[in-house]
């Protein structure tokens, strides 16, 4: 039977079976950022049994967190080069063995190699793929189809958490963990889903499997560097160079990207350390232990809203345009937050801190595929993706651990917050000014253009008016019209 022929779509469907996709994401977000919160509600378990300490215990959570962002580049380059749908299943199935693996621990190494490195690589390969995957079947309503998807975290840890406090009290932690084992092998299933779609913008540049006459000379030219090497080395470095990331890569050269990319560094360091330290936060200024948790309940779902209205508003046509803008507010408001939050000490103040910090968290998650979207285009949007998560792992391993000897160093949680809420709002800030500078730029450009237009519109009869005009530029005479045409009549 003959091969189903794809079809060269000129830009994203926005509908079909894109919405297939946005439920494969929507279940690979619950499946790798759900379950990844909700390893911390093993913390008790593995303190009680290991009888280790809260900063040993607590580098399961980070090792599994940085793992996730730092391999992210690995999933995007499994998903440009073989099948984003085999990316996903191969995740899926390290993710799960990760699991599995970890209800057999016998001590904390253990537990940081199989639930820190080897199921956080496994949800390395799934999470950046997929939520490429969305950015390639929409467009207009790209925000709203990314809101949906990226909910999947929030409304997965709110179902999740209840589930797998039950599961640990029924059948103990090994038992839960083997469970969750099972379930994250529905990753396997989401890969299924992400069906490829060819669009005109991804052959703008070669790809990967064109044949040898699409290398440019300047390679040719440095393959001929290897003329001492072996034929069979010159040929693999010939075909290996023809695939090179320099076309999937080239956008790391772009100032949009670069700002974007050091903004992403500090808007890291300043969201992760809340969702470990909030509750302790609570307990510290006498808040009930159900009260605090309730905290972090109410965190979760306005999270859940925070997606999927930002996204939908975002679509709408007065502000579309101003996606970027919509982007550093959020992250700008939930700095905001942490600089207030020492002055809260009670359940009642503390409520609307988790109101307002879950919203614009959502908000400012959606737009991170939709702003690199924007700047770098659909082509180059996995492998950017790849980028943009792998700066969240450094700040995701080291912000709790600096937060912590804050609070050990002063006695209080107050320098940790600050230094978190100043964090996102230089982040916010710096996306900020160079969006300013470029608007500058572009209106110097533009003025320069109508100059130039105005000095070539002055002369119409050939070469040596524009030489004059060379010569009166430099001597900056002006000039009216009838001398011009006096002029041009000799």
Known sequence: MAAPKKVLLSSPPDGGWGWMIVVGCFLVTICTRAVTRCISIFFVEFQTYFAQDYARTAWIHSIADCATMLCAPLGSFIS???????????????????????????????????????TGVGFALCYSPAIAMVGKYFNKRKALAYGIAM???????????????????????????????????????????????????DHKNPPEFLEQE?????????????????????????????????????????????????????????????????????????????QAA???????????????????????????????????????????????????????????????????????????????????????????????????AVPYLVSPPIAGWLVDTTGSYTASFILCGFSMIFSSTLLCFARIAKKIKKTHLRSLTRNTDTKQQIWTNGAIAYSVSGELDHQDVEILPTEANSYSNR
Request: hydrophobic content about 50%.
């Open 294 to 392: 309730f905290l972090m309940s109410i965190l979760g779902v306005i999270d859940i809203i925070g997606n999927i209205t930002f996204g939908w508003l975002t679509d709408r046509r007065c502000l579309k345009k101003y996606r970027h803008v919509c982007y550093l507010f959020a992250v700008g408001m939930d700095g905001l937050c942490c600089l207030f939050l020492p002055v809260l000490q009670s359940f009642p103040l503390l409520v609307p801190f988790s109101f307002t910090f879950g919203y614009f968290d959502g908000a400012y998650v959606t737009l991170i595929p939709v702003v690199t979207a924007d700047v770098v285009g659909t082509a180059s949007l996995s492998s950017a993706l790849g980028v943009v998560y792998f700066l969240h």
């Open 80 to 118: 440009n080069h073989v099948s984003c749908q085999v990316g996903i299943m191969l995740g899926g199935l390290l993710a799960s063995a990760g699991l599995i693996l970890s209800s057999f621990a016998t001590s904390l190494g253990h537990l940081y190699f199989s639930l820190g490195v080897l």
């Open 151 to 201: 909910s999947g975290s929030g409304i997965g840890t709110f179902i999740l958490a209840p589930v797998v406090q039950l599961l640990i009290e029924q059948f103990s932690w090994r038992g839960a963990l083997l469970i969750l084992g099972g379930f994250v092998l529905n990753l396997c299933v989401c890969g299924a889903l992400m069906r490829p779609i060819a669009l005109q913008e």
């Open 214 to 290: 699409y290398v440019s000379e300047a390679q040719k030219q440095d393959l001929k560097q290897f003329s001492i090497c072996s034929p069979l080395i010159r040929a693999w470095s010939h075909e290996r160079l023809c695939r090179c990331s320099w076309q999937e890569y080239n956008f790391l050269l772009m100032p949009n990207f670069l700002v974007l990319a050091v903004s992403v560094l500090f808007m890291a360091y300043g969201c992760s350390p809340l969702f470990v330290y909030l509750v302790p936060y609570a307990l510290s200024v006498g808040v009930s232990h159900q």
